[in-house]
């Protein structure tokens, strides 16, 4: 009896198909994609459910790091002279208004400002600078000064204040900027988080299910 | 080199010995090298890729009064305490905070019976919704994260009123107290 012949297969697979899929995915890695700018001060923020995306047009942004020094910084360059200008004439500083306009962020006290942006920018590393003392216990909160020039240069104008804060940090330096904001009546603040999810089962949640999620 | 004719097809005209045959190529070309560095590129930028976008939570500060009676007048009914310690601990009381600390009580972050947020629920089905007030005081210890964490809670458990608050002096030992209490249990 004949035994009957199995075709053989063959064990090519034709990898064209597969080869569609995995560069569309990768078009669309390559499109979504937004490489973050190497960041000088490193933090983690927190998460919380928050899910209005922060503001990224005249930001005020306070960051505070991992051993709670705390940093200032604002985008616009205009603003970023007329507190440079301010500085000048009230701390009679001296210090280079272009230099400042061009520093993304400070995170000296004042009498140290001067060699902060005389220093080149690849020095000023977060983890070495001393940041923006805040701590009234060891001398004034100088946050309040920052921001009392920055809410006058931003006379008339919207300004979206952020606050970043490292997980770690610890609370005395948010208590810090804290009160300067309350110092210069900018009672209205955001905190920069990541997003997460609301638990299942919370009020919130029931809120969403029912479509009537505000955002306050 | 001596080559095998396997192809079956053209068996009709056959060539002399010696008269070489066109080869056929096939069309086919091995996309497997390909594949893997397609999916080499996409497992990179899926790594790179930061997809989620910061978000932001907003805070309204209540404005410092000066006057005592300017100042904003809560029930005692209504008031809940959280106060966060260091070590990721977590204290409340209700009300008044009783002078020998009877009604200081502890609590965690976790999802728990004990967890804060069993507590900020239960406290909001006791309490009628015009007289709720959480207060949130940090102490000095806790972290910046404790902080958005329990603001996270209220936005969770749909607190209408909440602040943050300094912590005073007492409430502050007693969380110390506590916490080294804890400290010196678990040891």
């Given at each position: 009896?004949?035994?009957?012949?199995?075709?053989?297969?063959?064990?090519?697979?034709?990898?064209?198909?597969?080869?569609?899929?995995?560069?569309?995915?990768?078009?669309?890695?390559?499109?979504?994609?937004?490489?973050?700018?190497?960041?000088?001060?490193?933090?983690?923020?927190?998460?919380s459910v928050a899910s209005k995306v922060a503001p990224t047009k005249d930001v005020v942004l306070v960051s505070v790091d991992r051993d709670g020094k705390v940093f200032f910084s604002v985008e616009d360059a205009d603003i970023k002279k007329e507190i440079a200008n301010e500085i000048n004439t009230t701390k009679n500083l001296g210090i280079d208004v272009n230099a400042f306009v061009n520093a993304p962020f400070i995170g000296v006290p004042f009498s140290q400002l001067k060699s902060f942006l005389a220093m080149p920018e690849a020095e000023r590393k977060a983890n070495l600078l001393p940041g923006i003392p805040v701590d009234t216990t060891k001398g004034p909160n100088e946050m309040i000064d920052w921001m009392r020039y920055t809410v006058s240069a931003y006379q008339g104008k919207k300004m979206n204040l952020l606050l970043k804060g490292d997980n770690k940090a610890k609370y005395p330096s948010i208590e810090g900027v804290i009160n300067?904001?309350?110092?210069?009546?900018?009672?209205?603040?955001?905190?920069?988080?990541n997003p997460e999810a609301v638990p299942t089962g919370s009020e919130l949640w029931k809120l969403a299910q029912k479509g009537q999620r505000t955002e306050e | 080199?001596?080559?095998?004719?396997?192809?079956?097809?053209?068996?009709?005209?056959?060539?002399?010995?010696?008269?070489?045959?066109?080869?056929?190529?096939?069309?086919?070309?091995?996309?497997?090298?390909?594949?893997?560095?397609?999916?080499?590129?996409?497992?990179?930028?899926?790594?790179?890729?930061?997809?989620?976008?910061p978000t932001a939570m907003k805070l309204f500060l209540p404005k410092d009064a000066d006057k005592p009676d300017e100042q904003n007048k809560i029930k005692e009914s209504g008031a809940l305490t959280i106060l966060l310690g260091g070590d990721n601990t977590v204290f409340y009381y209700e009300g008044e905070l009783a002078p020998n600390g009877a009604n200081f009580k502890s609590a965690n972050y976790s999802n728990g019976d004990?967890?804060?947020?069993?507590?900020?629920?239960?406290?909001?089905?006791?309490?009628?919704?015009?007289?709720?007030?959480?207060?949130?005081?940090?102490?000095?210890?806790?972290?910046?994260?404790?902080?958005?964490?329990?603001?996270?809670?209220?936005?969770?458990?749909?607190?209408?009123?909440?602040?943050?608050?300094?912590?005073?002096?007492?409430?502050?030992?007693l969380v110390e107290k506590s916490v080294a209490a804890a400290a010196a249990q678990s040891k």
């Open positions: 009896m004949a035994r009957p012949k199995l075709p053989r297969k063959s064990t090519n697979v034709d990898m064209t198909a597969m080869c569609d899929v995995a560069f569309l995915l990768l078009t669309f890695f390559i499109l979504a994609t937004k490489f973050k700018p190497p960041e000088a001060i490193e933090i983690i923020t927190p998460k300067a904001f309350k110092k210069t009546d900018q009672l209205k603040f955001e905190m920069v988080t | 080199m001596a080559e095998m004719d396997t192809s079956s097809s053209g068996g009709g005209h056959k060539k002399g010995p010696g008269v070489k045959k066109g080869k056929k190529m096939s069309t086919r070309v091995d996309l497997t090298p390909m594949v893997d560095l397609g999916f080499l590129l996409i497992t990179f930028f899926i790594f790179t890729t930061t997809m989620s976008q004990d967890g804060i947020r069993a507590v900020i629920l239960r406290k909001k089905a006791s309490t009628p919704e015009k007289d709720l007030m959480v207060v949130i005081k940090p102490s000095p210890q806790c972290t910046y994260k404790n902080v958005v964490d329990v603001l996270d809670e209220m936005s969770i458990n749909v607190i209408k009123r909440y602040a943050l608050v300094d912590i005073s002096p007492v409430e502050e030992q």
